[in-house]
Nanobody, 122 residues
Framework: QVQLVESGGGLVQAGGSLRLSCAASGRTSSTYTMGWFRRAPGKEREFVAAINLSGSRTRYADSAKGRFTISRDNAKNTVYLQMNSLKPEDTAVYYC???????????????WGQGTQVTVSS
């Protein structure tokens, strides 16, 4: 089992920045691909970013490219999502996930955190 706890969400004005963190614990938590997903009100959950085991590969949704950066510190069992130039449409609950495959597909992820709310005001 892997436990994931997100933090760093909050209320920010458009154009601002936030850094989300996801602390992983449990069995070999550092051996998983890590991903960030989000669910906006009334919408389906969608992929945001993923990073492979070593951190050498990353993948982003088109909406995140150029604004968001995913990174990980395996020594701390933590993955980060730096979000810059935030827009009101980024408002959502952001979820951290761990999986065995490097993928943007949510069903490829085995473990999920509880989520952290990000609200961007205009």
């Amino acid at each position: 089992q892997v436990q994931l706890v997100e933090s760093g969400g909050g209320l920010v004005q458009a154009g601002g920045s936030l850094r989300l963190s996801c602390a992983a614990s449990g069995r070999t938590s550092s051996t998983y691909t890590m991903g960030w997903f989000r669910r906006a009100p009334g919408k389906e959950r969608e992929f945001v970013a993923a990073i492979n085991l070593s951190g050498s590969r990353t993948r982003y949704a088109d909406s995140a490219k150029g604004r968001f950066t995913i990174s990980r510190d395996n020594a701390k069992n933590t993955v980060y999502l730096q979000m810059n130039s935030l827009k009101p449409e980024d408002t959502a609950v952001y979820y951290c996930a761990a999986g065995r495959e490097f993928s943007s597909v949510s069903t490829r992820y085995d473990y999920w955190g509880q989520g952290t709310q990000v609200t961007v005001s205009s």
